[in-house]
């Protein structure tokens, strides 16, 4: 027999080396095609993103520029600075920059807090109080941080009321505040502020909402009664919670699903596991009949049950819903994530209790070798990310000397956008042309020389 080939017998046809040898060719071609196809949506996609990250620069060059050319026509304490500077310090916030969002939110406030269309009690004024609160919150300057939260919750709550969607905002931001400081105090703080929103709901007049805010709030205040140690309080309020939305929502709304699993967990971390079990086990339930048997989410879910059945002793019913976890996510991002290495390490505790040891170290093996899989896609995704950047800051480079090779070409009156400059490099240009601007426009003037 010639090396390398089978002496098996093809069931199918008498002729089983050709057969073979075509079966292999369109695998093979057909593998290279999906090569092709994943290597092109690849392509599209950082395309895509290219481009996106292209307009979102280009948005923000037209910002900063707008904000700078207010600054050099009207100054620093001018209407038109205050809107350009707010606009620019969303755009901040929103892409993650407070350490620039800061300066630019705090000279929004001074000109808001003196200006005669504005004021400290405008609403304009409330809201940039609130967003500075944020960014110094953002940027651990927690101190600094709350009297500005608790003045826009102040004022939210004057100009909209006690039961109003902007208040709420604002007296989530002061709750999520004082949480952070950490302390006593201010947690029973944040107690207080949840206990009196709740019971400004219950007051409020009838509407279509009523209920659902009331539901809302004693989540809030449960999760704060937890923090505080009033378990029994927290749990009373989150079972009147669930009460509340199966009636107005339905027993299986998506409503009732999330305060459900917001109650199992609670319960989880007071090791309340047998109280635990069951609420997971609805939860699992509710999970599979909303988004399906397959969802990731229902693989999480499993995963935690498995875990409060490891507890309870449960190996039997913990092993059946880890195994149906794991297939799960094995059909995930092409079983390379960190869920599934997660997922294998709660299958590797589940044999150990079991008394099987091989499997056991089989998972955690292929646990790791999971993690090492997902590490080398990040870095390759970071530079992926990188040469994007760097692509886009040299076409918009590009575009910025094409801009000034327009304006040194172009007929009078007919210049292209001037390129985007810094306050320095635009106090120096307008500099330079008023220097050369009167000589060329106006008569000499012998009169007025100085006599020799």
Request: net charge neutral; hydrophobic share 40%.
């Amino acid at each position: 027999m010639a090396p390398g080939i089978s002496s098996g017998f093809d069931p199918l046809a008498g002729n089983g080396g050709k057969n073979t040898a075509k079966s292999s060719k369109k695998a093979a071609k057909a593998e290279k095609a999906k090569n092709a196809n994943a290597s092109a949506a690849a392509l599209d996609g950082r395309k895509e993103m290219l481009g996106a990250m292209m307009d979102a620069n280009q948005q923000e060059m037209i910002v900063r520029r707008d904000y700078q050319q207010a600054m050099l026509q009207h100054g620093n304490d001018h209407i038109e600075t205050f809107r350009k500077g707010t606009k620019l310090a969303d755009l901040c916030y929103h892409t993650g920059r407070f350490q620039e969002a800061e300066p630019l939110l705090r000279q929004s406030l001074a000109i808001a807090e003196v200006h005669e269309e504005l004021g400290p009690d405008h609403i304009e004024t409330a809201k940039i109080v609130n967003n500075l609160g944020n960014v110094l919150r953002k940027l651990g300057k927690t101190e600094e941080a709350r009297p500005l939260l608790e003045r826009a919750l102040k004022q939210t709550t004057e100009i909209f009321g006690r039961v109003h969607q902007h208040t709420d905002i604002a007296r989530a931001n002061l709750v999520e505040l004082l949480d952070e400081l950490g302390h006593a105090v201010a947690k029973v703080g944040a107690l207080n502020i949840l206990q009196k929103s709740l019971e400004d709901d219950e007051a409020a007049e009838e509407g279509p909402t009523k209920q659902a805010r009331i539901a809302a709030s004693l989540r809030g205040l449960a999760d704060m009664q937890a923090k505080t140690g009033q378990h029994d309080a927290a749990e009373k309020s989150l079972l009147r919670a669930i009460a509340i939305l199966e009636e107005v929502a339905g027993p299986n709304s998506s409503a009732v699903g999330g305060t459900v699993g917001f109650y199992a967990n609670m319960l989880r971390t007071q090791e309340k596991y047998a109280l635990a079990e069951p609420q997971y086990e609805r939860l699992l339930k509710m999970t599979k009949a909303a988004i399906g048997p397959s969802h990731p989410q229902v693989a999480i879910t499993g995963k935690a049950l498995a875990q409060i059945r490891l507890k309870l002793g449960k190996k039997e019913a913990a092993s059946e819903v880890a195994q149906e976890a794991e297939a799960i996510l094995r059909n995930v991002a092409g079983g390379v994530s960190i869920p599934l290495a997660d997922m294998l390490g709660v299958s590797a505790t589940v044999h150990e209790a079991m008394g099987e040891g091989e499997k056991a170290a089989a998972a955690k093996k292929e646990a790791e070798e999971v993690r090492a899989k997902v590490a080398a896609q990040v870095e390759g995704a970071d530079a992926s990310m990188k040469a994007a950047q760097d692509k886009v800051k040299a076409v918009m480079m590009a575009r910025q000397q094409q801009q000034a090779r327009d304006n040194n070409n172009a007929p009078p009156g007919m210049e292209a956008p001037a390129p985007l400059l810094n306050p320095t490099q635009e106090r120096l240009r307008k500099k330079l042309e008023a220097k050369q601007s009167p000589a060329e426009s106006k008569p000499a003037d012998d009169s007025a020389a100085p006599q020799q």
